[in-house]
């Protein structure tokens, strides 16, 4: 079982960046794809970046592919997505969400068991 936690976020600047952090309890991430998504009201849940704890390998949504970088941290707990460049369009709840890996790296919500409880990022134009 893992429960997620996520931090950072807040409002900031159009052209801005800001910080967000996954922290997991009750299991770690080894042998585990952590993700992000975003969610604005009214629409699906959307990939944003992926990493494979096992291999570092990452992988991005086009929209935001060379603005954001997802990263592990030291300990085998935590995962960051840092996001320069900031667009209001880029406003949204951010969840982080993981599951054990497999031979796909997933980019589906529907396949992702643990979630956490979102944190709002809102850019402001």
């Known amino acids: 079982q893992v429960q997620l936690i996520e931090s950072g976020g807040g409002l900031v600047q159009a052209g801005g960046s800001a910080p967000l952090s996954c922290a997991a309890s009750?299991?770690?991430?080894?042998?585990?794809?952590v993700a992000w998504f975003r969610q604005v009201p009214g629409k699906e849940r959307e990939f944003v970046a992926v990493?494979?704890?096992?291999?570092?390998?990452?992988y991005y949504a086009d929209s935001v592919e060379g603005r954001f970088t997802i990263s592990k941290g030291n300990a085998k707990n935590t995962v960051y997505l840092q996001m320069n460049s900031l667009k209001p369009e880029d406003t949204a709840v951010y969840h982080c969400?993981?599951?054990?890996?497999?031979?796909?790296?997933?980019?589906?919500?529907?396949?992702?068991?643990?979630w956490g409880q979102g944190t709002q990022v809102t850019v402001s134009s």
């Open positions: 969400a993981a599951d054990r890996d497999n031979f796909y790296v997933e980019t589906s919500h529907t396949k992702y068991t643990y």
């Open positions: 009750g299991d770690i991430f080894h042998n585990y794809d």
């Open positions: 990493i494979r704890w096992s291999t570092g390998s990452s």
